[in-house]
């Protein structure tokens, strides 16, 4: 199992983990939140035995003192009581503002007419009266409870998990440069020793052939050295022949790639177009792209590298006719260490995108892909 499938699985832990405390503490405050509610009918039932004492004749005065103190203790719960004809008799507890209180109190009374059944009051010959309330400013409160505790959280943890990724990234970004810095190095000083060697074989007649090769060679190591070293810093972009410098790039590779791979280039209606690009980095990407192109293959195949413009952008499809990739494998292919390949340190397609996004400004993504027939990647440029 790869390094990647962990992290998902790892991932998927910990939704589900997270998931679970949201719903069980949703739960927990639905059952706490009906338990005040049903303490609060309870509250008002007294109250209204409170309201039937006041109104029956014979009550003492230390009976009276206690049911107004009962009356006057409520105030949280909004409550509008209602004569039998529909009309209003009194209120507590309930907002109004300063003009037109009459239609506001209406419209509060139709609101809870229509949310609730009401309590009756009987006051005795006949007389009776409803009783509608609404949940105190407490058990609204409580409601939203869980709701602000949750969004809290995440807010804390989406600002964590983005401040964790970007000293993550710094962090690798600093191992690239030191990794490239250095490679560039060490291949700088057996480099220079072979171009003196090459010079030396030229002195010699009969050599033509193999330091000529050997030129070749020398100046491919000039390049990767040279490619080493502009990781880290801002390359210089300059205005270049796309297809000229695809097609640099597209020779070399044909000659060292089987002969039953056969690599093209499209240039469609633009084969003239100038961009701005590093050059030798540019070239590393179509490079990186292709040899992943080569070992997707296997055998025999074909990749073909097509161009064209849109809305001023410029799009590059790099189309191979490979075993293909799943939809899951779209974004995984550009992390470092990401590889199919029993040999390879999965860094070509996670430098190549880099190179697109971080110093050309553009982007580089799988376009579309299918198993046994192929994968197409896109590479587009922003408007020169």
Not at 149 to 157: E, H, M, P
Not at 161 to 181: C, H, L, P
Not at 293 to 314: L, P, Q
Request: aromatic share 8%.
């Amino acid at each position: 199992m790869s390094f990647y499938t962990h992290k998902r699985i790892w991932k998927l832990f910990l939704l589900i983990g997270a998931i679970t405390i949201g719903f069980f503490t949703l739960v927990y405050t639905d059952d706490l939140t009906n338990e005040l509610k049903e303490e609060e009918r309870k509250s008002v039932e007294i109250w209204i035995q409170a309201i039937k004492q006041i109104t029956q004749s014979g009550t003492g005065e230390d009976e009276l003192g206690l049911t107004l103190e009962i009356i006057s203790q409520n105030t949280t719960i909004p409550i509008i009581i209602v004569e039998a004809d529909s009309s209003i008799n009194s209120h507590r507890n309930i907002d109004l503002p300063q003009k037109e209180q009459d239609a506001a109190l209406q419209k509060e009374l139709q609101r809870l007419m229509e949310k609730t059944e009401p309590l009756i009051i009987d006051l005795g010959e006949n007389e009776i009266q409803y009783l509608y309330y609404d949940d105190s400013i407490l058990i609204k409160k409580l409601g939203w409870f869980p709701i602000v505790q949750l969004s809290i959280v995440a807010l804390f943890i989406i600002i964590a998990y983005i401040a964790f990724n970007g000293a993550r990234k710094a962090e690798q970004d600093q191992v690239w440069v030191g990794m490239s810095k250095e490679t560039a190095h060490q291949l700088g000083t057996p480099t220079s020793s072979l171009l003196g060697w090459v010079d030396l074989l030229k002195l010699k007649e009969g050599n033509e052939d193999i330091t000529t090769e050997l030129e070749k060679d020398v100046e491919r190591l000039q390049v990767i050295t040279d490619r080493f070293s502009k990781i880290g810093s801002k390359p210089e972009l300059k205005e270049q022949p796309l297809i000229l410098t695809i097609n640099e790039i597209v020779d070399y590779l044909s000659r060292r790639t089987a002969s039953n791979i056969n690599i093209s280039v499209d240039a469609g209606d633009v084969p003239y177009l100038m961009v701005n690009i590093n050059k030798v980095l540019f070239q590393w990407v179509i490079e990186n792209i292709c040899k992943n192109a080569v070992d997707a293959i296997g055998g025999e195949g074909s990749i073909i590298i097509k161009i064209h413009r849109n809305n001023g952008h410029v799009h590059i499809d790099i189309k191979d006719t490979g075993k293909g990739l799943n939809r899951n494998q779209f974004a995984t292919v550009f992390k470092p260490g990401y590889t199919t390949k029993l040999r390879g340190w999965g860094l070509g397609l996670s430098l190549a995108k880099r190179i697109v996004q971080g110093y050309h400004g553009g982007k580089l993504f799988v376009k579309e892909s299918e198993i046994g027939k192929g994968t197409t990647f896109r590479i587009t440029l922003p408007k020169a």
